[in-house]
């Protein structure tokens, strides 16, 4: 469709041995002159990275995409400069128009090349436009009107997905599931837009009708495994990793979902099989196949290769590093179910304590699961502003108090190894009865006293001068608010 797409031009400069966005951005266009696209495209990255305002290398970064073919991606970039970055850059209108028709999006390319025309009449690329808008005029009839509204309601929805805008992704891919009750694509996206919005039940129906209706589905059969990780059903666990151990797919994009999926639920050997060999197989991943597959190698004794693999996605995700498998193993699985028997506990105290474990570990940043937890615990009202807190960070009203308490247990936990026992006993003391009303702001010193008044009930000789010290606040305040505690716990 036209001409192909130009390197863009940037004047040389200077700099030092630094490797900020400059340096990585001549190093993409040295590997761009080579021919070497896959090269250029790490580094682009890169830089973008670095240097998330210059429009110019973004731009770059989309044309590399464009080239290999990754249209929905370049798009995406050139989309961002026009409306976050430069919106005098029109180049990137004929850039637009150009991938949406080798995407097959010919309303949308025409669309485009008619803006870029209108913009710059006499632009670079005015030619190439009008050649374009000409043979989009021979191609139409190739694809129908209703197939191209469909691929691009289906790009949209995965743009919100992606974009975590789950209340619009919900409803652009219920569109789409009314018109075509039989596009399985849109309805497992609908799936997951359900579970990451907190809507665990209504996810879990949505692919049990997926796989009544087409059984088999992998996709959903993914899903589904992933939903039954994240909550804790141990048994659908098994059983779903024991059906889709037994598949063998044919297509990448098929091996690739189901190797990353088997490593998210921590099946590392099944992950191995799948992921390793599409590596071996030239496969070009993304981000999170090098991370799984040196997850998985590294769990499956390849440590070698794991070191390997992760070295090609720090350079790809600088910010990866530090989450090594051999420097920062995952959440051990005794320390899940102990959370889990907390959440399943009688007590208010259990399930504060196992819900603040759960906050502060590394599986709370995953949206989705955090959803899940909130869903699983009960409609107490008295949990809610923990909850809020948290799982979701809030800090207003209620949920202030609950910080405040949840910075109270960072204190205890950081200071003492009997972290389980206090830690229980300060919950206990912030939800007594007769502390309604109290705003334990001042973290440290309810710490200091509650440590003493715990460990003088446990028969210990302690002193508030050496507590005082501990949490860095002066002996009178530690006096005061053990008269505090005291009147809580005679």
């Given at each position: 469709?036209?001409?192909?797409?130009?390197?863009?031009?940037?004047?040389?400069?200077?700099?030092?041995?630094?490797?900020?966005?400059?340096?990585?951005?001549?190093?993409?266009?040295?590997?761009?002159?080579?021919?070497?696209?896959?090269?250029?495209?790490?580094?682009?990255?890169?830089?973008?990275?670095?240097?998330?305002?210059?429009?110019?290398?973004?731009?770059?970064?989309?044309?590399?995409?464009?080239?290999?073919?990754?249209?929905?991606?370049?798009?995406?970039?050139?989309?961002?400069?026009?409306?976050?970055?430069?919106?005098?850059?029109?180049?990137?209108?004929?850039?637009?128009?150009?991938?949406?028709?080798?995407?097959?999006?010919?309303?949308?390319?025409?669309?485009?090349?008619?803006?870029?025309?209108?913009?710059?009449?006499?632009?670079?690329?005015?030619?190439?436009?009008?050649?374009?808008?000409?043979?989009?005029?021979?191609?139409?009839?190739?694809?129908?009107?209703?197939?191209?509204?469909?691929?691009?309601?289906?790009?949209?929805?995965?743009?919100?997905?992606?974009?975590?805008?789950?209340?619009?992704?919900?409803?652009?891919?219920?569109?789409?599931?009314?018109?075509?009750?039989?596009?399985?694509?849109?309805?497992?996206?609908?799936?997951?837009?359900?579970?990451?919005?907190?809507?665990?039940?209504?996810?879990?129906?949505?692919?049990?009708?997926?796989?009544?209706?087409?059984?088999?589905?992998?996709?959903?059969?993914?899903?589904?495994?992933?939903?039954?990780?994240?909550?804790?059903?141990?048994?659908?666990?098994?059983?779903?990793?024991?059906?889709?151990?037994?598949?063998?797919?044919?297509?990448?994009?098929?091996?690739?979902?189901?190797?990353?999926?088997?490593?998210?639920?921590?099946?590392?050997?099944?992950?191995?099989?799948?992921?390793?060999?599409?590596?071996?197989?030239?496969?070009?991943?993304?981000?999170?196949?090098?991370?799984w597959l040196a997850y998985a190698a590294?769990?499956?004794?390849?440590?070698?290769?794991?070191?390997?693999?992760?070295?090609?996605?720090?350079?790809?995700?600088?910010?990866?590093?530090?989450?090594?498998?051999?420097?920062?193993?995952?959440?051990?699985?005794?320390?899940?179910?102990?959370?889990?028997?907390?959440?399943?506990?009688?007590?208010?105290?259990?399930?504060?304590?196992?819900?603040?474990?759960?906050?502060?570990?590394?599986?709370?940043?995953?949206?989705?699961?955090?959803?899940?937890?909130?869903?699983?615990?009960?409609?107490?009202?008295?949990?809610?502003?923990?909850?809020?807190?948290?799982l979701f960070g809030l800090t207003a009203?209620?949920?202030?108090?609950?910080?405040?308490?949840?910075?109270?247990?960072?204190?205890?936990?950081?200071?003492?190894?009997?972290?389980?026992?206090?830690?229980?006993?300060?919950?206990?003391?912030?939800?007594h009865p007769l502390a309604e009303g109290?705003?334990?702001?001042?973290?440290?010193?309810?710490?200091?006293?509650?440590?003493?008044?715990?460990?003088?009930?446990?028969?210990?000789?302690?002193?508030?001068?050496?507590?005082?010290?501990?949490?860095?606040?002066?002996?009178?305040?530690?006096?005061?608010?053990?008269?505090?505690?005291?009147?809580?716990?005679?």
């Open positions: 469709m036209g001409k192909q797409l130009k390197r863009s031009s940037r004047k040389a400069t200077i700099v030092p041995f630094i490797q900020n966005g400059e340096y990585f951005f001549k190093k993409g266009m040295k590997a761009y002159e080579r021919g070497d696209l896959h090269k250029a495209r790490k580094y682009f990255e890169r830089a973008v990275r670095l240097d998330e305002r210059d429009a110019s290398f973004a731009l770059q970064l989309a044309l590399v995409l464009s080239e290999l073919g990754e249209y929905q991606f370049s798009n995406q970039w050139l989309f961002k400069i026009i409306h976050d970055l430069d919106e005098t850059m029109d180049d990137c209108l004929y850039f637009l128009a150009n991938n949406f028709a080798c995407l097959g999006l010919f309303r949308e390319a025409g669309q485009y090349a008619e803006q870029y025309l209108a913009h710059e009449p006499d632009g670079e690329f005015a030619d190439d436009a009008a050649d374009l808008l000409e043979l989009l005029k021979l191609d139409r009839h190739d694809v129908s009107e209703e197939q191209e509204q469909l691929i691009t309601m289906q790009e949209r929805a995965r743009y919100l997905l992606e974009q975590e805008q789950f209340a619009e992704a919900i409803k652009a891919l219920e569109a789409i599931v009314s018109r075509y009750p039989e596009f399985w694509s849109a309805h497992n996206n609908l799936a997951l837009a359900y579970f990451y919005s907190g809507d665990v039940e209504k996810a879990k129906q949505k692919l049990l009708d997926v796989l009544k209706r087409d059984p088999g589905n992998l996709h959903a059969l993914c899903n589904a495994l992933v939903f039954a990780y994240y909550l804790h059903d141990q048994e659908q666990v098994a059983a779903l990793c024991e059906t889709l151990a037994a598949l063998y797919p044919l297509f990448r994009e098929h091996q690739y979902k189901l190797g990353a999926t088997f490593a998210l639920v921590r099946r590392f050997d099944s992950a191995f099989r799948w992921l390793y060999r599409l590596y071996k197989n030239g496969f070009e991943g993304d981000g999170p196949f090098y991370y590294y769990y499956t004794g390849h440590e070698s290769l794991a070191r390997q693999v992760w070295e090609t996605l720090t350079a790809l995700h600088p910010e990866k590093r530090g989450e090594e498998p051999w420097t920062a193993p995952m959440l051990l699985d005794e320390t899940i179910l102990h959370i889990v028997q907390l959440f399943e506990g009688e007590e208010l105290v259990d399930r504060l304590y196992g819900l603040y474990l759960f906050s502060r570990s590394k599986q709370a940043e995953e949206q989705a699961l955090s959803l899940a937890v909130s869903r699983l615990l009960p409609a107490d009202p008295r949990l809610r502003p923990f909850i809020d807190s948290f009203g209620s949920s202030a108090q609950a910080a405040n308490i949840g910075r109270m247990v960072d204190a205890l936990s950081a200071n003492n190894e009997e972290k389980e026992a206090l830690c229980r006993f300060a919950f206990a003391t912030a939800v109290e705003r334990f702001a001042n973290g440290a010193a309810w710490a200091a006293a509650i440590e003493y008044v715990w460990r003088q009930r446990q028969g210990e000789h302690v002193t508030q001068k050496a507590l005082a010290a501990k949490y860095g606040v002066s002996v009178t305040t530690v006096q005061k608010y053990v008269r505090k505690v005291r009147r809580l716990w005679p």
